[in-house]
Nanobody, 127 residues
């Protein structure tokens, strides 16, 4: 099965930047990686998990939550089989646990379609 592992979380001051990485493995045991959606989601206590950014590995433009547009950039390095989330101009409202996820045969924009998840990494933005 697909395995995902996030790296890069931490604590920063408002206005700072973080770069999250998600190392993926196991595609060769399921299907070719370009058939997958991948995304970043975040969750705070008492709230539903929300999509931050998603990307179809076969091509096309990424999709972003309104709160992430203009500040966050999602990308995928095919050679390294790694998904990234560059987060700039971070705000205290961005504080959450961030999860990397993958979906096969689903809708990249729908959190319910994602069936592979990383363990999560904490991002804390102080004011």
């Amino acid at each position: 099965q697909v395995r995902l592992m996030e790296f890069g979380g931490g604590s920063v001051q408002a206005g700072g930047s973080l770069r999250l990485s998600c190392a993926a493995s196991g595609y060769t045991f399921t299907t070719e990686y370009k058939d997958y959606c991948m995304g970043w989601f975040r969750q705070t206590p008492g709230n539903d998990r929300e999509r931050v950014a998603s990307l179809y590995l076969g091509g096309g433009d990424p999709n972003y939550a309104d709160s992430a547009k203009g500040r966050f950039t999602v990308s995928h390095d095919d050679a390294k089989n790694t998904l990234y989330l560059q987060m700039n101009n971070l705000k205290p409202e961005d504080t959450a646990i961030y999860y990397c996820a993958a979906a096969y045969g689903g809708d990249c924009s729908d959190v319910g379609e994602y069936n592979y998840w990383g363990q999560g990494t904490q991002v804390t933005v102080s004011s």
